[in-house]
Nanobody, 116 residues
């Protein structure tokens, strides 16, 4: 059964860094693009970053370009999101995601709070 488990969230001051990880299981990880989404309180879920099957292609939301880096380790079935220069507007629950046969799979999310 497909499982996605995010970790690494927490409270950080503006300008700080966090590294989120998503451990995947139950599917052929290297066959799929992997995505990070986030959802702030009262807002719609938004796509933050995506990475192709072998990591050759990455895309980012304009709001995080130059600050966030997505990467993956197909041998370890993990996808990570390195977040630097964090801002209060980055406060949200962050979700790992992939799509298979038009079905979205989600982890439970990890809370990131950027506040002084």
């Amino acid at each position: 059964q497909v499982q996605l488990a995010e970790s690494g969230g927490g409270l950080v001051q503006p300008g700080g860094s966090l590294r989120l990880s998503c451990a995947a299981s139950g599917f052929t990880f290297s066959s799929y693009y992997m995505n990070w989404y986030r959802q702030a309180l009262g807002k719609e879920r938004e796509l933050v970053a995506s990475i192709s099957q072998f990591g050759y292609t990455t895309t980012y939301a304009d709001s995080v370009k130059g600050r966030f880096t997505i990467s993956r380790d197909n041998a370890k079935y993990t996808v990570t999101l390195q977040m630097n220069s964090l801002k209060p507007d980055d406060t949200a629950v962050y979700f790992c995601n992939f799509v298979r046969s038009s079905i979205n799979y989600w982890g439970q999310g990890t809370q990131v709070t950027v506040s002084s």
